[in-house]
């Protein structure tokens, strides 16, 4: 059996195309949650434990990519659009709110536009962000925040956690030309990640949504129970979220998860495009940029064996955290 999930999971790895899906978008079923003790299953706590360990071996081993022929002078190259960052995000965000507003959306395809004044705004924000001058960006960003926050009070907060990752994007165009501006794309890291940790758990508590979309849309399983498949695509999403949180491997996971992005529009089409425009915008950023401005939690350790416990240890803790509040808000 955990040969069998082992084997599952790499290949899941390779191509997990619901797992980038937005459960909500998808589906008409209504939520149930699922028991906490079918949740925490014996097959849960195991990939639990490998993924832990195999996380605490890539963070040695990742460092070693760099000594691979052609792989650094990449790196340099990415490293020379840097100062690019601010203007991809900046028209980025304009793109991705033009598809929104053509698709009679706000932020995801679950919000849709029914007042004019909404539509205005939208219109608003879209013309402060193709003004090129960073006082047209922070007047964006206020009018991003006011319209959130709208949506939030009718939403609800617990619901809205699935977009955090805009509150981080607004900060980002908030703190440009000042002296905070050196923390925007770490808090972009930050709120990204922490985003697609929190949706990830979504699939573990209302699994039977997800398994729903899997039979509605023909989503491969290679062979293996849609319930199982379910779990094993929440723990990639989970794992991703992590990644970028802690600061392991950023820019070639960006590159996967953007392929992973680009592979689910084949099945979900339109609706995928415009949900997930923003996220292929911060994942574009996350490739330019690497970490040379982050300080990831991993190296407030020094010797190797103290930073492999450490994301062995952190990735339980964070998972176990994150599982709990949620089924607790649920």
């Known amino acids: 059996m955990k040969v069998r999930l082992i084997i599952l999971l790499f290949g899941l790895i390779a191509t997990p195309l619901v797992t980038s899906a937005h459960v909500k978008w998808f589906t008409k079923l209504e939520p149930k949650k699922l028991p906490i ?6 097959e849960f706590i195991f990939i639990s434990l490998f993924i832990a360990l195999l996380l605490a071996l890539l963070s040695q081993l990742i460092p070693k990519l760099m000594d691979i022929p052609g792989v650094s002078k990449i ?6 659009y840097r100062k690019y960052s601010r ?12 598809l929104q507003l053509l698709n ?22 879209i013309i402060a962000l193709l003004i090129p001058h960073h006082i047209a960006s ?9 319209l959130f926050v709208n949506i939030w009070s009718h939403a609800g907060w617990f619901h809205m956690l699935d977009y955090g990752f805009y509150l981080a994007i607004i900060g980002v165009l908030l703190v440009g030309k000042t002296g905070l501006d050196t923390f925007s794309f770490p808090f972009l890291y930050l709120g990204t990640g922490l985003s697609l940790c929190w949706v990830a758990v979504e699939k573990w508590v209302y699994p039977m949504m997800t398994t729903d979309i899997i039979y509605d849309h023909h989503v491969p399983t290679f062979g293996f129970d849609p319930e199982l498949f379910v779990v094993l695509a929440a723990f990639i999403e989970f794992v991703v979220g992590y990644l ?6 950023n820019r070639v996971l960006a590159v996967v998860v953007t392929i992973l992005f680009i592979l689910t529009t084949t099945i979900f089409g339109y609706t995928e495009v415009v949900g997930h425009g923003m996220i292929h915008i911060v994942l574009i950023i996350f490739i330019i940029e690497g970490i040379s401005f982050y300080h990831p939690p991993i190296k407030m350790h020094k010797t190797r064996i103290d930073q492999m416990i450490f994301v062995f240890l952190n990735f339980l803790f964070v998972l176990s955290t994150f599982l709990l509040i949620y089924y607790r808000f649920a």
């Open 244 to 249: 970028l949180v802690v600061g392991i491997l």
């Open 138 to 146: 922070k007047i964006a960003a206020l009018v991003m925040l006011g």
């Open 104 to 125: 009679a959306t706000m932020f995801a395809p679950e919000f849709t536009i029914n007042r004019t004044w909404q539509t205005i705004i939208m219109w608003i924000i």
């Open 37 to 42: 003790e079918q949740i925490l299953s014996s």
């Open 87 to 98: 203007y991809i995000l900046k028209y980025g965000t304009a793109v991705a709110f033009i």
């Open 75 to 80: 790196d340099r190259k990415l490293d020379s």
